[in-house]
């Protein structure tokens, strides 16, 4: 049966923050897809999952070609819950994709060809089951293929009408600057860029944000909780449950050290006093830089959505509170 969406969904309008100099709107905290969307992961917990955060005003939901596993699975897992729970709602929904990574075998599955691009945005069409995406990424850039290329597809898209958005993920400021530029020539104007940001690894802050604000462009943070360290997941150990603990492709038991979990703790303390969990804060921490439109989020559990975005009422931070967590990062 199809699912009735909460009354409440958009009692917060706060809620929703300009991305970039557009006229769109994102959730301050977005969901993602990349892990607990997979061919082996429990359907019924994947559809609470992004039935939960639509109920709580979380309108943007990020995929690519590869999340699984397998590869495409995740497409899939949300093309079947947009068929059967939220058809009536496609208008109320930001559904992003991405092309950049290995997806099938021979010269024209990977990396950021016109030709790999396009078809593998007609094949996340097919998965998902829609018409169009309204953003579509190129997901990392390529060395070997001119920007003009790999821009020139994410145009393409645009201008044919199967995707609403171009956006990038992974670009140095450098790349970022020569595809805003390339994309603003072609008519299809660069919304967002995808990069890793996190208490852990502050890179963007070495001239990426200064390129986003300049350029007009949002940034959407991936992997806000570095896969679940700033939380209160490994404060004592790692949970069978937990992704170290049972799916560890990306994030290893032996990534958790004890000089990390110190840092973890310390962490968790200073949120504590804030009246926060340390993923609030971490979430706050992140949504305090104006250059940021929007935290994505990951979840196993439909609790970690509703504790992530209670980040949202507490985002102030003293200036003594900021010298306090860069002490305790560099220690
Ligand atoms: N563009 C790119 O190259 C790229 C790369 C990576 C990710 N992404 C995007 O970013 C999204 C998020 O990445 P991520 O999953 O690494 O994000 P994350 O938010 O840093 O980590 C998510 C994990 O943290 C734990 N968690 C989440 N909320 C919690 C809470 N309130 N309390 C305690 N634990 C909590 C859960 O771990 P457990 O599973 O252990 O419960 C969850 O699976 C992806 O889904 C994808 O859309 C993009």
Redo the contacts with the bound molecule.
């Keep these: 049966m199809s699912h009735q969406p909460a009354s409440t969904r958009y009692d917060h309008p706060g809620l929703y923050r300009p991305c970039g100099r557009s006229g769109l709107k994102l959730p301050a905290l ?8 997979g061919g082996a992961d429990q359907p019924a917990n994947s559809r609470a999952l992004i039935l939960r955060a639509f109920d709580l005003g979380i309108t943007h939901f ?3 070609n590869n ?1 699984g596993p397998p590869a495409g699975a ?1 497409e899939e897992t949300f093309g079947r819950v947009l068929r059967e729970d939220l058809a009536a709602y496609r208008d109320e929904l930001i559904v ?1 994709t ?1 092309a ?2 290995d997806m099938w075998p021979g010269p024209y599955g990977d990396h950021g060809s016109r030709k790999y691009l396009l078809a593998s945005l007609d094949q996340s069409l097919r998965r998902l089951g829609l018409a169009y995406v309204d953003i579509f ?1 190129s ?2 850039p390529d060395p070997d293929t001119p920007i003009e290329e790999t821009m020139g597809a994410l145009a393409h898209a645009v201008h044919g009408g199967k995707a609403l958005y171009a956006g990038i ?2 670009y140095n400021p450098e790349q970022t600057a020569r595809a805003a530029k390339v994309l603003r020539d072609l008519g299809a104007p660069c919304l967002i860029h ?3 940001y ?1 208490l852990f690894d502050r890179w963007v802050e070495g001239g990426l944000l200064e390129v986003l604000q300049r350029e007009g462009i949002g940034a ?15 404060l004592t150990g790692i ?1 069978a ?7 560890p492709r ?2 290893r038991p032996d990534q958790i050290t004890e000089a990390k979990r110190g840092q973890i703790r310390a962490l968790d303390g200073l949120a504590r006093v804030r009246g926060q ?4 804060m ?2 706050a921490w992140l949504l305090r830089q104006p250059a940021v439109t929007s ?7 439909a ?6 975005l ?1 980040a949202v009422t507490n985002a102030a931070f003293s200036t003594d509170e900021l010298v306090r967590i860069d002490r305790i990062l560099a220690g």
């Design positions: 977005s969901l993602g897809l990349w892990h607990n969307f990020d995929l690519a999340y995740a992003s991405k950049g990574y990424y997901h990392r993920s992974n995808q990069p890793r996190n959407i943070a991936f992997s806000p909780l570095a896969q679940g360290l700033l939380s209160n997941r490994y949970p449950d937990s992704r170290a603990g049972h799916d990306f994030l969990s340390l993923a609030q971490a979430v935290v994505l989020v990951g979840a196993s559990k609790s970690q959505i509703e504790d992530s209670g």
